[in-house]
């Protein structure tokens, strides 16, 4: 069935280290994720997106890689800052739907100055 | 250029009460959707909503739940009868059009809390 989990629920950095946060899917069809930022008392914040025709996405000190041989992702964040503290969710659209979103549990990432 | 606005930010409710969560896309965005988030979970699709449509419900809970999204204003969640189960953030986002590969822009969410 369709799924978005995360390996790790919490993932502690020192400032200035590289964060890497997993995610993986289920669905073998998936062509579409999104990575999204929450932090505390706020709503999602989009970071990132992939389709499923690529392999490596870059943004501005964040990359998503997508294995779909193993249907994993992940992102991974350069030089993280403490103001990277926050929840990281993966994304993907529902099949057969639009715009229904499908969201994993959330890593946590807390960052130490 | 304000982003999509959810008010109120808070909302407590005692039992058996209604909850009217409101939300105001973007501007330009004709396409809303809500989401449930309970304490330490994911976002869980509830509603997607056109002016005057809805298009997909299928995460709504078949009692209880309504949502609008009039001609003219805000769209409308409706919670009648609250119960304990029902305290989560609930998050509204909007887009431009609904197709999947759309950027969804959330809100600040409502969190509703039922005593």
């Known amino acids: 069935g369709e799924s978005v989990g995360l390996h790790l629920p919490t993932l502690s950095v020192q400032e200035g280290d590289n964060s890497i946060i997993n995610c993986a899917y289920s669905n073998s069809a998936s062509d579409y994720f999104i990575w999204y930022k929450q932090e505390s008392g706020k709503g999602p914040q989009f970071i990132i997106d992939i389709r499923s025709n690529m392999d490596k996405r870059q943004g501005q000190r964040v990359t998503v890689l997508l294995n779909k041989t193993v249907k994993h992702l992940s992102l991974q964040i350069a030089a993280t800052q403490p103001g990277d503290s926050a929840v990281y969710f993966c994304a993907e659209p529902r099949r057969g739907s639009q715009g229904n979103l499908i969201f994993g549990k959330g890593t946590k990432l807390s960052v130490k100055p | 250029n304000a982003g999509v606005m959810q008010n109120p930010r808070h909302l407590v409710r005692r039992r058996g009460q209604e909850a009217r969560l409101r939300c105001s896309p973007m501007?330009?965005?004709?396409?809303v959707y809500w989401y449930r988030q309970l304490p330490e979970e994911g976002l869980k699709f509830m509603v997607y909503l056109q002016k005057e449509n809805i298009i997909d419900e299928s995460g709504m809970p078949k009692e209880r739940f309504s949502a609008e999204f009039p001609k003219e204003g805000p769209s409308i969640l409706r919670i009648q009868q609250v119960v304990r189960g029902d305290s989560a953030a609930y998050f509204c986002?909007?887009?431009?059009?609904?197709?999947?590969?759309?950027?969804?822009?959330f809100g600040p969410g409502t969190r509703l809390t039922v005593l």
């Open positions: 501007k330009g965005h004709s396409h």
């Open positions: 986002a909007s887009s431009y059009s609904g197709e999947s590969y759309n950027e969804q822009f």
